[in-house]
């Protein structure tokens, strides 16, 4: 072989070797910007948006370099499910909207927002009940969204509240055997 094309050859596998024992460059770190976009996406009042949000939530490790706070107290010290009424999803999306637009420091411009996503959350969970009940699902949900919406908590909510809807419920039911 010719001493030009071995030479030719060689340097060619050297610099194969070095680009693969280099290391690979470090992904761009997601922007405050693009986190907000992300943010904003999940907490709009859509069911759309809530679903995108529940995928996520489900898939966590795909959005690790975003850094959200995905902590929850559900309802706080509200049931997370009143009369039966599965309402601990809404309140875990309401808890991601609040905790991770106070760390960017984003609230009080998306306080209105995230309450009202809530409410619409809490809304479409109540559709999903018989129309026998749903009255007192959508009163319980009012009164969760106006607990927030005053206080910032569900933990405002207060078992007269609770029992007020449970009545309801109740009453509901006995006039539907009727």
């Known amino acids: 072989m010719p001493r030009r094309l071995v030479t030719l050859l060689a340097s060619g596998a050297i610099a194969l070797l070095t680009a693969l024992a280099a290391p690979a460059?470090?992904?761009a770190a997601v922007t405050p910007q693009q986190k907000l976009s992300v943010l904003?996406?999940?907490?709009?009042?859509?069911?759309s948006s809530y679903n995108a949000w529940n995928s996520a939530r489900?898939?966590?490790?795909?959005w690790a370099e975003y850094n959200f706070d995905w902590s929850t107290d559900y309802c706080s010290s509200s049931p997370d499910n009143p009369l039966g009424f599965s309402f601990s999803l809404s309140c875990a999306r309401h808890d991601f909207g609040y905790r991770n637009y106070k760390a960017a420091g984003q609230f009080s411009a998306n306080k209105s927002r995230l309450d009202s996503a809530f409410y619409e959350d809490l809304k479409r969970v109540c559709a999903a009940y018989n129309a026998v009940v749903r009255p007192a699902c959508l009163s319980l949900a009012w009164t969760y969204y106006q607990a927030v919406a005053i206080f910032g908590s569900v933990a405002a909510v207060s078992q007269s509240d609770i029992d007020r809807a449970a009545k309801m419920k109740a009453d509901a039911e006995r006039f539907a055997r009727s």
């Open 58 to 62: 489900q898939n966590r490790a795909s």
């Open 25 to 27: 460059p470090a992904a």
């Open 40 to 47: 904003s996406s999940w907490t709009q009042t859509s069911a």
